[in-house]
């Protein structure tokens, strides 16, 4: 059974850098997947923020790219996150989740990790 | 970005009754390789989302048969045909047709 299962610290203060690493276990991240992050600010809908395969090639959202990385550790098996200069608006429910082989949607979400924007 | 507008927003149905949700593009979700990119997904209280269909009208396995997705192009329907207590959640649809993939605002279920 695959279990994602994301990490990071749940306070960031504005304009720092917020890290997070998402830990796959039950499939190895170097199989076919694409992997991605996602968020959900409280009380709205999920944005997606970026997606990437196991050799590179990361796609982004328009809108956050100059400020997230998305990057993947083979050895580890995990994806990590990052989102420098950091606002309130950052303030989600950050999720990892895995790529549908058979469509293109994410078909395994993690639990989620929220993080909070504030000084 | 593809713009993904949901009716209603919220939704009171009672044990067996049918429910509906509509989604609307702002673009069609048609690509040239023929195939829609249209997902319905459901989020219950304090879980992640998870897909409930994709491609507009494919249920995800596992999902019951009483969830129906239908539509073309730019509109789509979810139905369940009769609404159980699990059912529970906000529903929200999903466009991959384009980068960046866009949600719609979420329709909230509540049980009568």
């Known amino acids: 059974q695959v279990h994602l299962q994301e990490s990071g610290l749940g306070l960031v203060k504005p304009s720092e850098t917020l890290s997070l690493n998402c830990a796959v276990s039950g499939d190895s991240i170097s199989k076919g997947h694409w992997w991605g992050w996602l968020r959900q600010p409280p009380g709205k809908w999920p944005q997606w923020i970026a997606e990437?395969?196991?050799?590179?090639?990361?796609i982004y959202n328009p809108s956050l790219k100059s400020r997230a990385t998305i990057s993947v550790d083979t050895s580890k098996n995990q994806i990590s996150l990052t989102l420098t200069s950091v606002t309130a608006a950052d303030t989600a429910v950050y999720y990892c989740?895995?790529?549908?082989?058979?469509?293109?949607?994410?078909?395994?979400w993690g639990q989620g990790t929220l993080v909070t924007v504030s000084s | 970005d593809i713009v993904m507008t949901q009716t209603p927003l919220s939704l009171s149905v009672a044990p067996g009754q049918p429910a509906s949700i509509s989604c609307q593009s702002s673009?069609?979700?048609?690509?040239?390789?023929?195939?829609?990119?249209l997902f319905w997904y459901m989020q219950k209280p304090g879980q992640s989302p998870q897909v409930l269909i994709y491609?507009?009208?494919t249920r995800f396995s596992g999902m019951p048969d009483r969830f129906i997705g239908s539509g073309s192009e730019t509109d789509f329907k979810l139905t369940i045909s009769r609404v159980e207590a699990e059912d529970v959640g906000v529903y929200y649809c999903?466009?991959?047709?384009?980068?960046?993939?866009?949600f719609g605002q979420g329709t909230k279920l509540e049980i009568k």
């Open positions: 999903m466009q991959s047709k384009l980068v960046p993939y866009t």
């Open positions: 673009e069609s979700l048609r690509d040239r390789d023929g195939k829609t990119y």
């Open positions: 989740a895995r790529m549908a082989l058979d469509f293109t949607a994410f078909d395994i």
């Open positions: 990437i395969y196991h050799s590179g090639s990361p």
């Open positions: 491609e507009v009208s």
